[in-house]
């Protein structure tokens, strides 16, 4: 599948792709892209049923690494590639079964390991909005209020929603993301591990419980050369939390000689 994707910085070098998690975009992790931008190309792209992208039945880690593949093939071959938690996990099953596309990788609080959380009710209180009456983003706003009460939640969703007087839309193929959240949430039993021997950082967010003990026991146990750095202050979304923290970690990391 051909990924919608945007390029910033200068056209030649290695490129760094960036990775977004569900629910997510490529625009998301623009102010990254533009922190790290300065001496190679850096690629923001909306995966599978997300943003600009093409939607499909088919939504699993396997076909998301494949749809990676294919634009790392696109633009030349080889990449360093970083993603956010459902990202993450697709450029850890893109190195290991693709190890020859990546030079190295960057894992953003995320562990190779199913959780038991579904996302599912975010879901539902999606698809509860009434379209058709959805002038403005704030009345968005205002009606998933009750079953969203998170401010930051409700405007990090409402980026992919589409306002247009009378044809409103979700970027997102909700659908399809509900029917496939037991493989989201989930880890690919299948995969080899230590295929990738390239360098390798995980980043985990200190207020966050997605990489605690068992997370980083399963991280060494499929790339045993990762390095876990801990970001103070920082929760899932760290690259929101602590901006310039995760930009100097990357740039420190993907440009080490």
């Given at each position: 599948m051909k990924l919608k994707?945007?390029?910033?910085?200068?056209e030649d070098g290695l490129p760094v792709i960036l990775v977004h998690g569900l629910f997510g975009q490529g625009r998301n992790l623009g102010a990254l892209a533009r922190r790290i931008a300065k001496d190679r190309p850096?690629?923001?792209?909306?995966?599978?049923?997300?943003?600009?992208s093409p939607h499909s039945e088919e939504h699993d880690y396997p076909a998301m690494a494949a749809d990676l593949a294919e634009?790392?093939?696109?633009?030349?071959?080889?990449?360093?590639?970083?993603?956010?938690?459902?990202?993450?996990k697709t450029a850890m099953v893109l190195a290991l079964t693709h190890p020859e596309l990546l030079r190295r990788l960057v894992v953003m609080d995320i562990a190779p390991l199913a959780y038991s959380h579904s996302q599912s009710h975010l879901i539902d209180a999606m698809q509860?909005?009434?379209?058709?009456?959805?002038?403005r983003r704030s009345q968005a706003d205002a009606a998933l209020r009750e079953l969203i009460p998170e401010a930051g939640i409700r405007a990090f969703l409402l980026q992919s929603l589409e306002?247009?007087?009378?044809?409103?839309?979700?970027?997102?193929n909700l659908p399809?993301?509900?029917?496939?959240?037991?493989?989201?949430v989930g880890w690919p039993s299948d995969l080899p591990r230590n295929s990738f021997h390239g360098p390798v950082?995980?980043?985990?967010g200190a207020e966050s419980d997605y990489v605690l003990a068992e997370g980083q026991a399963a991280l060494r146990e499929y790339f045993p050369q990762v390095r876990i750095v801990t970001l103070k202050n920082a929760g899932h979304w760290l690259h929101a939390?602590?901006?310039?923290?995760?930009?100097?970690?990357?740039?420190?990391?993907?440009?080490?000689?």
């Open positions: 994707h945007r390029i910033t910085g200068p850096v690629v923001t792209v909306d995966l599978r049923n997300h943003g600009e634009l790392i093939r696109d633009l030349g071959g080889r990449a360093d590639v970083a993603g956010h938690s459902m990202g993450g509860s909005l009434d379209l058709s009456t959805i002038e306002i247009k007087p009378g044809q409103s839309k979700w970027r997102l399809v993301l509900k029917e496939r959240m037991s493989a989201l950082m995980a980043l985990a939390d602590t901006p310039e923290a995760v930009a100097n970690s990357l740039d420190a990391f993907l440009n080490a000689q």
